[in-house]
């Protein structure tokens, strides 16, 4: 029957999720991080849980959990963690089961998406916010079209438009996805989202991959395997507001080409390299000149735009090589992308070789 057959389908998925342990039991794992979602978290544990609902409907026997990290909120978000682990939010039963960790602050979205990852145990494992921005009737399809592509490692979302955001967010989001594609050796597509969902396989190449400073949809890109996109519209925000502004997404974009790339690096040099031949060419025009039209006196203004000039380049050069220099510093002190202060997931039993 069509039911069996659905089962065994998702039953095939299982077995063909790469390096899954035998005696796993989650099919699929909801990974999300929380930052002061109080406003938000409901709305998105019914429409989770409508989604989810749907994918067993389709493949019985998929058995689902919801990983909750509270990346250092300040409201009520982990007491509704708590509540929604507990199962006494006043709803119906939900298809899956509710995990959650608290971080004993906030790390920041990345280590909160690592949190999740290495305490998911899903062969199939979806990263995604809580603000319903990232839109959970997507779920289903996502999964089919793992279940029903073997040769298919993750589905990836890029949103088409940007409305509903401030343009000079999106210009300069463009503009970055436009640097950051033409420095580094892999592609982020412009709209990438940070949701997805992934087989075991992408998970487990994901965690292995120690670094300090983590720039997700680089990684994402790094670790390559087959990856589906489907596309859809930005929507705005369920409730609450935005952990991002504007500087920090600055900091966030500087982070990312830094982790991604070395070729600012080159570029100091190359810059050099450029005003090295510029300044040849002009020493030879001014002895030239001076030889055979005698030596007139220039004036200090035009030398003192020189030497600022170059001084502010030399600085500039000087700060790519400190931002490199920095990013080694931190990462060779080893610590840990986030530090687990409470919640219902033993991580260390999870997988997590980090502490
Ligand atoms: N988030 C987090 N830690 C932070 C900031 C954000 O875990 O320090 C979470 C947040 O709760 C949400 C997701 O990351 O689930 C995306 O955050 P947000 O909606 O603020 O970012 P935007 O959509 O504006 O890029
Ligand atoms: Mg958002």
Not at 38 to 61: D, H, K, N, T, W
Not at 187 to 210: E, I, K, N, Q, Y
Request: aromatic share 8%.
């Amino acid at each position: 029957t069509a039911h069996a057959s659905a089962e065994r389908e998702s039953r095939n998925m299982v077995d063909s999720a790469g390096g899954a342990c035998p005696d796993r039991q989650v099919t699929l794992s909801v990974v999300v991080p929380c930052h002061n979602e109080e406003a938000c978290l409901p709305l998105f544990l019914s429409a989770a849980a409508q989604a989810v609902r749907e994918i067993i409907a389709a493949y019985p026997g998929t058995t689902a959990e919801l990983v909750l990290v509270d990346d250092g909120s300040t409201d009520g978000t982990a007491v509704l963690l708590r509540r929604a682990a507990a199962g006494d939010d006043g709803r119906a039963a939900f298809p899956f089961v509710v995990r959650w960790l608290s971080l004993s602050r906030n790390f920041g979205k990345e280590g909160a998406l690592l949190a999740g990852l290495d305490a998911a145990q899903g062969d199939v494992v979806a990263v995604m916010d809580a603000d319903l921005q990232d839109p959970p009737s997507l779920l289903p399809r996502m999964f089919t079209m793992l279940a029903d592509d073997p040769t298919l490692d993750c589905v990836a979302t890029r949103r088409t438009t940007r409305a509903g955001e401030p343009p000079v967010r999106s210009m300069c989001a463009h503009m970055f996805y436009r640097l950051m594609n033409a420095m580094s050796p892999v592609v982020v597509p412009d709209g990438a989202r940070d949701f997805r969902m992934m087989r075991r396989r992408v998970v487990d190449a994901l965690t292995s991959l120690t670094e300090r400073n983590r720039f997700s949809k680089g990684l994402y890109a790094w670790v390559g395997f087959h990856t589906a996109w489907i596309d859809y519209p930005n929507t705005r925000r369920a409730a609450g507001r935005s952990s991002w502004n504007f500087f920090a997404l600055v900091r966030y974009a500087i982070e990312g080409l830094i982790s991604c790339s070395t070729v600012p690096l080159a570029v100091a040099s190359y810059i050099g390299l450029l005003l090295c031949v510029v300044a040849f060419g002009a020493t030879c025009f001014i002895a030239v000149r001076a030889a055979m039209f005698g030596d007139p006196v220039a004036g200090w203004p035009s030398l003192a735009c020189i030497i600022t000039f170059i001084g502010g380049l030399q600085l500039m050069c000087l700060g790519i090589i400190g931002r490199y220099l920095a990013n080694t510093y931190l990462e060779s002190k080893r610590r840990p992308n986030y530090i687990v202060r409470d919640g219902n997931i033993n991580v260390r039993d999870a997988g997590n070789t980090r502490f």
